[in-house]
């Protein structure tokens, strides 16, 4: 398998514009993560689905951020308008949600840069 | 209070010693916890998994559970100047599965 694929690999916008970032998630695997991480906060859970559909966004900074899972294979992170203070690492991560005894895999994450 | 809770560090130990990293948790129904290393620039990796109280061994690497005491730690023993990174507890928490992580030990072995 070729692990959680995330793109791009870096982006680099401009404040104001509209940002998506991409994931696929491991084949099989019912639950994926979307994460932040920032020197300053470390590893932040933003938003967590299972079977395709959203449990817990209370990790969403604010109504600029929104995510979609259309189908198992695939997941979207938006940030409309992004600002400077988004910079940071995004990472995707998946779980095959057999109970609490397996790992999440993450992809090689997003770094996203907004000047 | 963060569910899971880790000393930034950095932690600094000589090459050949052993390096205790600490967690506490918040949740009393987590069930497992999880170790992960992150090397600069890259994404984390699962080094160690533990869900009963006691220690797990796995060659250099000892994870230890306490649930009375919601503390998780792993035991680095030989460290080795290849072992530096940031280190990374977790656990999904008694709601399985949202994965909650610390905010990383950064570990210095020193050659």
């Known amino acids: 398998d070729a692990g959680v694929i995330q793109s791009p690999r870096h982006e680099v916008t401009e404040m104001g514009q509209e940002v998506t970032l991409r994931c696929k998630p491991i084949s099989g695997h019912n639950s994926l993560f979307w994460y932040r991480q920032t020197m300053m906060r470390g590893l932040e859970l933003l938003i967590y689905?299972?079977?395709?559909?959203?449990?817990?966004d209370s990790g969403m900074p604010e109504d600029r951020f929104s995510a979609k899972m259309p189908n198992a294979s695939f997941s979207t992170l938006k940030i409309q308008p992004s600002e400077p203070r988004d910079s940071a690492v995004y990472f995707c991560a998946s779980n095959p949600d057999r109970g609490t005894n397996t790992e999440a895999f993450f992809g090689q994450g997003t770094r996203l840069t907004v000047v | 209070q963060k569910e899971v809770e880790q000393n930034s560090g950095p932690l600094s130990v000589p090459e050949g010693a052993i390096a205790s990293l600490n967690c506490t948790y918040s949740?009393?129904?987590?069930?497992?916890f999880f170790w992960y290393r992150q090397y600069s620039g890259k994404s984390p990796e699962l080094i160690m998994s533990?869900?009963?109280?006691g220690d797990k061994e796995d060659g250099r690497f000892t994870a230890q559970l306490n649930k009375a005491s919601q503390y998780v730690s792993l035991l680095i023993r030989d460290s080795q100047p290849s072992d530096s990174a940031t280190y990374l507890c977790a656990s999904p928490g008694y709601n399985f599965n949202k994965f909650y992580f610390g905010s990383g030990t950064k570990l210095n072995v020193k050659p």
């Open positions: 949740d009393r129904g987590s069930q497992s």
């Open positions: 533990i869900y009963s109280n």
């Open positions: 689905f299972n079977n395709n559909v959203p449990i817990d």
